[in-house]
């Protein structure tokens, strides 16, 4: 598949590593122009994003059928009817994407997490605009399993889809701090928590990847009958 191909009004997914951290970002198609896609601006809390010349950056697309990724895009700023864009662009083919390919590991760990609340702050006078403030709440959660895109967890806490989570796993790679959006959620009838989520991370350390390929082989290793090696994870 070519960016060519890509059509208006769909969601792309942009994965960026920066500097030992791992960014997700989805934005809408607003124009696609031969080897180039724009989508609206990304943006949070009213701070344009900035590309750096460094920055390696894929872009996945989802068609009627499969997934689509192009790695080592270009990034850049253009306008379109008026309004900025970021745009993408790349010559090459797109490569079918599985995301589940990515290994999961089952962790079962208990963790203090929290959720962010975005609050509406009442302004100092009446000709100051509203702003967005956020806040953290704390609870205890299960994590059930983990990967390099999300984890599972078990939470009595009661979160919507949408809900933004964060929590840091001390490791024996130090402290690997994610932040995710919670993509599903289910009712739980058999264990002490009530709820199970599926968590899809936005920004994680790059560590994780070496720490779970590490974990998973030493749990090949005593399923095979290896010698017996102590996860040294905190």
């Not at 709440?137 to 999300?150: C, E, I, K, R, Y």
């Not at 720490?211 to 017996?228: D, I, N």
Request: contains cysteine; neutral net charge.
């Amino acid at each position: 598949m070519l960016i060519k191909d890509i059509l208006l009004g769909k969601k792309l997914e942009i994965l960026v590593d920066r500097e030992g951290y791992h960014y997700r970002f989805v934005s809408k198609v607003e124009g696609v122009a031969g080897n180039s896609v724009a989508v609206t601006v990304i943006a949070a809390k009213g701070r344009m994003f900035h590309f750096e010349e460094a920055d390696n950056v894929s872009i996945v697309y989802r068609s009627s059928e499969r997934m689509w990724k192009w790695d080592h895009v270009k990034a850049g700023l253009a306008r379109l009817e008026g309004s900025t864009v970021h745009t993408f662009s790349s010559k090459e083919q797109g490569q079918i994407y599985n995301r589940r390919e990515a290994f999961r590991v089952p962790i079962g760990e208990s963790l203090l997490m929290r959720r962010i609340v975005t609050q509406r702050a009442e302004p100092v006078n009446s000709s100051a605009e509203k702003t967005n403030a956020e806040a953290e709440v704390t609870f205890d959660a299960l994590l059930a399993d983990l990967s390099v895109g999300g984890a599972g967890l078990y939470a009595n806490e009661d979160m919507e889809v949408g809900t933004v989570i964060v929590f840091e796993m001390p490791t024996n790679l130090g402290i690997l701090a994610c932040r995710g959006e919670i993509v599903r959620r289910s009712e739980v009838y058999d264990k002490p928590f009530r709820h199970f989520y599926g968590c899809e991370f936005t920004v994680v350390k790059k560590e994780l990847e070496r720490y779970l390929f590490e974990r998973q082989r030493l749990m090949l290793q005593r399923e095979r009958g290896g010698e017996s090696v102590r996860l040294k994870d905190r």
